[in-house]
């Protein structure tokens, strides 16, 4: 395994991450999720493979997510050997400052653990002032209940106005955006990723596999998550007909290699300068495929070869204003 430092900060993480939207009591959130037995099994393999970056929030299957998450860790690895972070956004009040002060004491009381290493906001909160966001997480560091805070998907603007509040008031600015970004979802190459090159703010993409479109030359398969993934429908279905074209070419550059298109998928985030894409993996192998990545070295010949079919795609994770409260799926898709 490799690792990068989280943003300016001296966090050292490993260049994948695992997303813990994948566990968590099955229902709460999605049908598809793993119990507590089936998720130690995956994270304990992902331990093996060197990973030591977790990824979760407080709304993901009800806070059954960070409480798995949180034994599971404490029962397999030292506190200080991992890098765990949470989310806020979906909950009452949103990103206010009674929201923050009492769902990171929420997060941290299922997490079993007296601070977080990155806390993240989940989205843009359009009601609460951006100066008291900022504040609130600010004292939150000042606290040392989290060493480092991080973005989610948003337009490029917001989240350089969030970064200049933090600069011009002293607080503390953010070192990660965890973005919707893959080869099938390039839009933030024109705004928000270049804003985090600019303010060295490390990249750690959501859905690098595109929900498993980008793992596999079928488009869907007979698992209980393909079936059953209506987020994954709304955000990649629309557009099946032209993305096939992509993932037609990432079969080929696996060929070329002999390798998986989960490696080559994940190796063009590399090449496109990601720190640590997240992978949420429900079965162990995955870990061990995914980890080969690193050995995988794209020419700029075969960057180019991947792109070329992408057309320009319907804006998908980010929110245009505050969703209805509890909500905690986005982009889903009508069950026909």
């Excluded at 985090?196 to 750690?204: I, P, T």
């Amino acid at each position: 395994m490799e690792y990068v430092k989280l943003g300016k900060t001296d966090i050292e993480v490993s260049r994948l991450c695992v997303g813990c939207m994948s566990y968590g009591k099955a229902g709460t959130m999605h049908d598809w999720t793993l119990d507590e037995e089936h998720t130690e099994e995956v994270i304990r393999a992902a331990l093996e493979q060197g990973i030591n970056f977790f990824d979760t929030a407080n709304c993901y299957s009800a806070g059954t997510s960070e409480e798995y998450l949180g034994r599971i860790l404490k029962r397999l690895v030292p506190r200080d050997k991992v890098v765990i972070a949470s989310k806020v956004y979906f909950n009452p009040g949103r990103l206010s400052r009674e929201a923050i002060l009492r769902e990171i004491d929420g997060s941290l009381k299922r997490l079993g653990t007296d601070y977080l290493d990155l806390y993240i906001i989940h989205r843009f909160d359009y009601e609460t002032p951006i100066e008291e966001t900022m504040e609130t997480l600010d004292s939150l560091v000042k606290a040392g209940k989290v060493r480092a805070l991080g973005a989610s998907a948003m337009y490029g603007y917001q989240f350089y106005n969030m970064q200049l509040a933090a600069r011009d008031n002293g607080w503390t600015p953010f070192s990660t955006m965890e973005n919707h970004y893959n080869l099938l979802y390039r839009e933030d190459e024109r705004e928000l990723i270049p804003i985090c090159k600019q303010m060295g703010v490390s990249l750690m993409p959501y859905s690098p596999l595109a929900s498993g479109r980008l793992s596999r030359p079928e488009w869907k398969t007979d698992t209980l998550r393909s079936q059953t993934d209506q987020a994954a429908v709304g955000k990649y279905d629309s557009t099946r007909e032209q993305d096939m074209l992509i993932t037609a070419r990432v079969k080929e550059i696996a060929d070329k290699y002999a390798t998986t298109m989960s490696r080559v998928a994940i190796a063009w985030q590399y090449a496109r300068g990601v720190a640590a894409p997240i992978i949420g993996a429900t079965k162990p192998r995955y870990f061990v495929d995914a980890a080969g990545a690193l050995n995988v070295k794209l020419s700029p010949e075969d960057v180019a070869y991947l792109e070329e079919p992408y057309v320009p795609h319907r804006i998908m994770g980010l929110v245009d204003k505050n969703p209805e409260e509890g909500t905690v799926l986005l982009n889903v898709a009508d069950k026909k």
